[in-house]
């Protein structure tokens, strides 16, 4: 496929790890100059060092919750000063925490869950989206979910975040008709990156449980798909891929083998 990305700047949230830091290492790789955010800077600013070298490429960091609204606001004032509009935003950053029944839910992981997954993602869209209207040219790639097509038990909040994001990604689409703004949304299984640590609130042993006996996609497997997405010629728009491992046909059915996985 042809790179079409070489030059853009894409703005990744959640650069830090996963599938956001796979994919900041694709697009370096495609020689697209990089806008990456996260809460862990340090991390961020090890993999600008890292992904410059030897290329040209820009690459910008900031740290960035993407809950504080004000501070999105004045980020992307800031790359604008700097003369960058971002080509591209990959509404990554996301996380569950916590699985349990919704009767016995923790306030605290439903908040983190719908201000991070639900309005986090608004408020990125919200911030960048105006400047890409003005262009008249963009993609959004919102970082969606099978648990967005299919609730499981103890999913709720997490579900409804990203059926919400299912959703935003197709508002956003029939509110950008005419122009040529694309929207995709991409919607992974099970993936082995942070996401079960962050869930289990840093229980290693139940994080690995999630991954036993199959093998799950890597971050890289799913930047790989965003790529594909972001390649595809201007008057294609790709507004949904859901890419499940092998062993993973929904979010219940998962062939289990011991021996295998990567736990
Ligand atoms: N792994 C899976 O099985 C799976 C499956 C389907 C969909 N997804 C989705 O994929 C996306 C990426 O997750 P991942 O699997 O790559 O997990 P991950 O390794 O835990 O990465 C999550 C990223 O989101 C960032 N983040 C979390 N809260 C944030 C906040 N408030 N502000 C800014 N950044 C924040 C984290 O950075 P900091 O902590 O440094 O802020 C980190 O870079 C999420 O939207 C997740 O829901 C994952």
Known sequence: MENRIEGKWILITGASSGIGEACARKCAAGGAHLALTARREERLLDLKKELERGRDIRIHCRRLD??????????????????????????????????????EGSFDDWDRMIDTNVK???????????????????????????AGFQVYPGGNVYNASKYAVRALSEGMNVDLLGTEIRVSAVSPGAVRTEFSDVRFHGDREKADR???????????????????????????????????????????????????GTS
Do not use: W
């Not at 004000?70 to 790359?79: G, K």
């Not at 960048?128 to 790639?141: E, Q, S």
């Open 210 to 260: 999630v991954y036993e006996g199959f093998v799950p996609l890597s971050g890289e497997d799913v930047a790989e798909c965003i790529l594909f997405i972001l390649n595809a010629p201007p008057h294609v728009n790709i507004q949904n891929l859901v890419v499940t491992p092998t062993a993973q046909r929904n979010v219940y059915s998962v062939h289990r083998e011991s021996g295998k």
């Open 66 to 103: 993407v809950r504080d609204r004000e501070d999105v606001f004045r980020y992307v004032e800031e790359l604008k000063g700097e003369g960058i509009v971002p080509d591209v935003l990959v509404n990554n950053a996301g996380l569950a925490s916590g699985l349990g029944k919704l009767q």
């Open 120 to 146: 986090g993602l608004l408020n990125v869209s919200r911030a960048v989206l105006p400047l890409m209207v003005a262009r008249n040219r963009g993609h959004v790639v919102n970082v969606g979910s099978i």
